[in-house]
Nanobody, 119 residues
């Protein structure tokens, strides 16, 4: 199993930036594709960004393309989400998730970190 702990959330003004981190422990980090999801109040969980095990492939949800960037440091067992040009619609709890090699879904989740964007 892998344990995930997010950090870096907080309150930011519209137009600002924030970087989230997700530290992994327990298993070989490079065996896992990683992703960020978010869930706003009263909304369904939404895919934000994903990154391959090696970090050479990334993909993004339509609502964050061009504003958010996902990256990982396998030496530090950490995945990041750099968020810029934030707007109030980005307000949500952000979750880090891991998908083991050949698994069909993300089976490991962090506890989430709150991001609030004020207008």
């Amino acid at each position: 199993q892998v344990q995930l702990v997010e950090s870096g959330g907080g309150l930011v003004q519209a137009g600002g930036s924030l970087r989230l981190s997700c530290a992994a422990s327990g298993r070989t980090f490079s065996n896992y594709a990683m992703a960020w999801f978010r869930q706003g109040s009263g909304k369904e969980r939404e895919f934000v960004a994903g990154i391959s095990r090696s970090g050479d492939s990334t993909n993004y949800g339509d609502s964050v393309k061009g504003r958010f960037s996902i990256s990982r440091d396998n030496a530090k067992n950490t995945v990041y989400l750099q968020m810029s040009s934030l707007n109030p619609e980005d307000t949500a709890v952000y979750y880090c998730a891991a998908r083991r090699f050949l698994a069909s879904s993300y089976g490991y989740w962090g506890q989430g970190t709150q991001v609030t964007v004020s207008s």
